[in-house]
Structures are given as C-alpha cells and as structure tokens.
C-alpha cells in the first residue's frame, strides 16, 4: 500500500501506512485511549482500563500486524505514530445478518493531532486497503455518545444501519 501524505497548512506532512512492530508501543498508547474514552461514554458497557492497559492494547494489535485479514494502518507525523485504524474482512455473519464486509474495529487519533484530518485520511486509506483485497461492503460500530465520530463517519460515507441496546441484569429484575 502507498504511503498517502497530507500538508494542512498549520501542520507538518501526516503519511499513512501499514503499522510496523516499530510502532507496536504508540498503538498500545492510542488503543488505551480509546478504551479509556469509552469506558468513560458508559462504565456498565464498556471495559474498564486495567492498569496494564496500554501494553495490554499493544500486544493485541501487535499479533494482528501479520494476520491475512487484518489490517492495522497507522498516521505517522514528523517519525511520530499519532493515530492508527485496525479493520478486518469477515465472511456471511447471520447474527448480524449482512454478508461478507470489512469491519473497522479501531480509530483513534491522539488528541494533540486531531482537527488536521488525520481521521479521515485513516478512514480513507482503510477503505482503500479493504476495496483493494476486493471488499464491498465496510460497516462499523460507534459510540451513540460519539457525536464527532458519527459526523466523521456520515462525511466518509457511512449510514447509520443498527442501534446497539444494552441492558444491565440485576438479581431480581424481570
């Protein structure tokens, strides 16, 4: 895959490309942001961090940089890793009921770098790597709180399809 660049005119040049294991430790720093902020959205639903969370993170999209239907593509800016997307290919899922897709699993992007466009040229470089191994379809999930993120999402082309419900089970609720 090509290294995609971007100039805004008040940042330095971001490029786009397939993680390494170089940057195993900045992924375990941003997935441990995204777990954090999550669980910030909704304790009850999303994990807790654990205090191992960044090296946790880390090792987890570190065993996917060499998975076939995996793909884990970072930002890089002045030699610095400040954002990454994980995506992954499926077959026919019946729960879901949708066929074969593309799935993007992770986007985050380090707070200090955000409003230059690094999210979208991750989004777009994913869609791009996932068309490129012949998928058609890509969907993804986001946090109902996640405003920014769904106009993000809405401006790179996705629709909203599906509404996630939760639902704690206490002893004694019907």
């Known amino acids: 895959m090509a290294a995609l660049p971007m100039q805004p ?3 330095p040049a971001v490029t786009v490309r397939p993680a ?3 940057d ?3 992924l375990g720093r941003l997935g441990a942001l995204l777990v954090r902020v ?3 959205f909704d ?10 969370i960044e090296d946790a993170y880390a090792g987890f999209l570190g065993a996917l940089l060499d998975e076939p239907d995996a793909i884990v593509l970072v930002a890089e800016r002045d030699g610095q890793v400040v954002g990454y997307t994980y995506a992954g290919i499926e ?3 019946f729960l879901a009921l949708r066929g074969p897709a593309g799935v993007l699993y992770d986007l985050a992007v380090d707070p200090a770098h955000r409003a230059h466009g690094v999210a979208r040229m991750l989004v777009d470089a994913t869609m791009g790597a996932l068309r490129a191994r012949g998928v058609r379809q890509a969907v993804l999930f986001t946090a109902v709180q996640n405003e920014s993120a769904q106009r993000l999402f809405a401006r790179a ?3 909203p399809t599906m509404i996630e419900m939760t639902r704690e089970l206490e002893d004694g609720a019907p």
């Open 20 to 22: 390494t294991p170089a």
């Open 9 to 11: 005119s008040d940042a």
């Open 91 to 93: 077959g026919t899922d």
């Open 157 to 159: 082309g996705f629709r």
């Open 38 to 40: 999550h669980h910030g």
């Open 43 to 52: 304790p009850a639903r999303f994990i807790p961090p654990p205090p191992d």
């Open 24 to 26: 195993v430790p900045a």
